[in-house]
């Protein structure tokens, strides 16, 4: 597999490096670095929360569909401890973009902490706010129910994303993110993409 | 034959029957590559698609470059629309409304202004005043002939 290891912890993909190039080339140093910025945020408040549970993890990977983050291989958490543990990413940004907002300062850096974080609120898989609802949903009616009810919801919302986007495209050929988010949330579907935190499945 | 216990077994293993276990893993592996091939199917579908149906109507060959283009210089308004909504959230907007606004800007596509609607109008003006003017011409070639 084509990887750039940093560390023990941490490994960028080709993908990852390919990505970042373009979108330094289109967005430029102005944009991507506060991008940058709030995904370290985002990623530094898992972790955080995962040690403060006790549950330690393991490695963090970058590749071009985003970042996965391995916990400690054999622990099995609880479903209280994955809905906390998939919020706390979202809840670092929001709580970042409430402090750059309270200081009036960086709206680019406070722009891009209030995207991440309610981007990844979405109850879509493989986002933490599908992580965080499966986790609810299994705590309610078990987890195959919430697995397949989920997989459904996932598959349905990447679809019609892709629908809409590409129906915007037609009336706006310059306007190409929402089929480009599409494309990338079917992908992870098709993947197989099921947690971003992977461990041993509960069976 | 006989095994190191001494008991009899087959010389030959027997036909219709396992002799060994599956590993366990088997279906798990073919299940992979099935998705697999799924995703590479499902990424050559939408491909073929957007050149087919999308592509057939939209993208002209002269009309590629400047496509890519126009999105490329795009991307500038994204980092701005970005900057706005952390201007916007300063100034005390309410966040939902913000990010309503900021993805009806970036994702939907651009409305009318009312610049092209006044220029549209001249235009309509000065093609009806054409159009009166050929009128009369042909008017006045017909009394002509008469």
Known sequence: MNELRLGRFCSVSAGFIALALLSLYLWGPPLLGPILLAAICHEAGHILVARGLGVPAAHLRLTAFGAELTLAPGVVTSFWQDIVLSLSGPAVNLLAAAVLAHLNRWPMLLGANLLLGAFNLLPVRPLDGGNALFALLSLLAGDRRSELTLEALSLAVAVAVCALGALVFWQDRRKLQLLLLGAWLLSERMRGGACIFTRVPIK | ?146
């Open chain 2, 1 to 146: 034959m006989t095994n190191q216990n001494g008991r009899r077994v087959a010389s030959t293993p027997r036909k219709g029957k396992r002799t060994k276990k599956p590993a366990a893993n088997v279906g798990v592996v073919k299940l992979e590559k099935r998705l697999n091939r799924l995703f590479w199917q499902t990424v050559l579908s939408v491909l073929l698609f957007l050149v087919v149906f999308v592509g057939g109507g939209m993208l002209r060959g002269e009309g590629v470059y400047d496509t890519v283009q126009s999105w490329i210089t795009r991307q500038d308004d994204l980092a701005q629309a970005v900057e706005t909504l952390g201007r916007s959230v300063s100034e005390g907007e309410q966040w939902s409304q913000a990010i309503k606004d900021w993805c009806v800007d970036t994702f939907l596509p651009a409305q009318g202004t009312q610049d092209t609607a006044e220029v549209d109008t001249e235009t309509l003006l000065e093609q009806g005043t054409v159009y009166q003017s050929a009128n009369q011409r042909w008017a006045g070639e017909s009394t002509a002939l008469e």
